[in-house]
């Protein structure tokens, strides 16, 4: 059987980078950029005032002060967004708003508080600094600066700068689009009343919503009954317009286990099927038509960790993020911890965090069992049980996943 770490690899190994295309900047929050972004104009694009208040020629106020004060004549006045006034005459000044571009001839600007300004004069009590108050253009961001280095994470930050440079749609890596695809008879939408022998259809909610997390584009369809010709159709119907597939349930050794077959009828390669873990033994990846295939199983536990373990990290490296791991510790166990018996297999424990000290105390969030969803609820992170690893003392060492934090390698 394929272990843990193996599977991981082959997950990874296949998952490529979606190739970048231009994205609206109001869709490319948290999207990597997938070029080098130079600025082909300055920023800002002229030179302009910092404050509200008057631009002087330096040179005619230097030997203003409270004894002797220097008065200018009122030349006009220039609002932001006006287009360039007429060049500043020597003695003069203009009113001046922020964000309003320098006259030709002006070099400072007096803000409205330090001047006094009557009947078409302002009258200045002190000097002022060569360039005061005065934004050049391109003091931001040069003209043929880069901007936005390839591989970075577009933030708020890198987005504003990009809308200031005319990057309307800024060359990323795109969301990847992921078919979810639930099955089970079993199965009702949650906002129904199960019948007899039913239950309602969590996983479509949780695995969706975990889509989303990751920054990708969950786009789900509409339960399959566990029927060959039901399966075969939903997954060629998914494998059209999706980068990965996400089949959850049927994927185990069930009389109406279906997935397996139907992927193998359709010809695709199997990367693994069965991995020695506790839960999500049944985890299988297929590669059909250029997409992956994970093939989840049904337990609702279960397949919340496949996802956060497996599935998480190659649609992040799809996304040409390179941190695609949260952040690996080591803790303590407050209790001790016990295998019912040597499985063979790595055992994935929620688990509840505490800080002691230095150390992580680390405690079971209750009952294991992989159909207890509530569990995940409690668990700020998973404990990784190497498979022979039988027994754990309290105070002994274990390795844990954070899954409450974002990626740190
Ligand atoms: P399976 O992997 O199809 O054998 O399902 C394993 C267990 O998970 C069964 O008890 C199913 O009823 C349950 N299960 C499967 N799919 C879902 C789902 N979408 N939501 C909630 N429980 C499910
Ligand atoms: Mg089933």
Redesign the pocket.
């Known amino acids: 059987m394929t272990t843990f770490q193996e599977a991981l690899q082959l997950v990874l190994d296949r998952a490529v980078p979606l190739p970048p295309r231009p994205v609206p900047l109001e869709e490319a929050l948290g999207l990597v950029a997938g070029e080098d972004i130079l600025a082909l104009e300055p920023v800002p694009p002229f030179t302009n005032s910092a404050m509200d208040g008057f631009a002087v020629r330096a040179g005619d106020c230097a030997a203003a002060s409270g004894t002797a004060p220097v008065r200018l004549t009122v030349q006009g006045e220039i609002a932001a967004g006006r287009p360039c006034a007429p060049a500043l005459g020597p003695g003069a000044a203009y009113r001046i708003m922020t964000g309003a571009a320098m006259p030709e001839g002006a070099d400072a600007v007096v803000p409205v508080e330090e001047a006094d300004a009557a009947g078409g004069w302002v009258t200045l009590c002190g000097p002022a600094r060569l360039g005061a108050h005065v934004r050049l253009a391109g003091e931001d961001i040069p003209a043929g600066g880069l901007v936005v280095p390839r591989g970075r994470i577009l933030r708020p930050a890198e987005i504003g700068v990009l809308a200031s440079i005319g990057c309307a749609r800024v060359p990323a890596h795109p969301r990847a689009r992921v078919a979810v695809i639930?099955?089970?008879n079993?199965?009702v939408d949650a906002g129904e009343h199960p019948g007899p022998g039913q239950?309602?259809?969590?996983?479509?909610h949780s695995l969706a919503a975990q889509v989303r997390a990751a920054g990708a584009l969950p786009v789900c369809f509409p339960r399959v009954p566990d029927r060959r010709e039901a399966v075969t159709a939903a997954l060629e119907q998914a494998l059209d317009g999706a980068d990965v597939v996400l089949t959850?349930?049927?994927?185990?050794v069930?009389d109406f286990?279906y997935i397996k077959q139907v992927l193998e009828e359709l010809g695709a390669e199997q990367v693994f099927w069965r991995v020695a873990q506790k839960p999500g033994g049944?985890l299988g990846l297929w590669q059909l038509r250029g997409r992956l295939v994970f093939g989840i199983?049904?337990?609702?536990v279960a397949a919340m960790l496949m996802f956060e373990e497996f599935v998480r990290p190659a649609l992040l490296r799809m996304m040409g993020l390179s941190r695609l791991h949260r952040p690996e510790r080591m803790g303590v166990m407050a209790v001790p911890w016990r295998k019912r018996g040597a499985d063979g297999r790595m055992n994935l424990l929620r688990v509840r965090t505490r800080a002691q000290g230095q150390e992580l105390l680390v405690e079971l969030t209750g009952p294991q069992g992989s159909?207890l969803l509530s569990s995940m609820m409690a668990a700020d992170a998973l404990a990784l049980i190497p498979p022979d690893t039988l027994a754990i003392p309290a105070g002994g060492g274990i390795l844990l996943h954070l899954i409450d934090q974002p990626e740190d390698h």
Not at 248 to 252: A, K, L, V
Not at 297 to 300: A, I, L, Q, S, V
């Open positions: 639930t099955t089970g079993e199965l239950i309602r259809d969590a996983n479509i959850n349930g049927g994927i185990s069930g286990d049944p199983p049904g337990n609702p159909g």
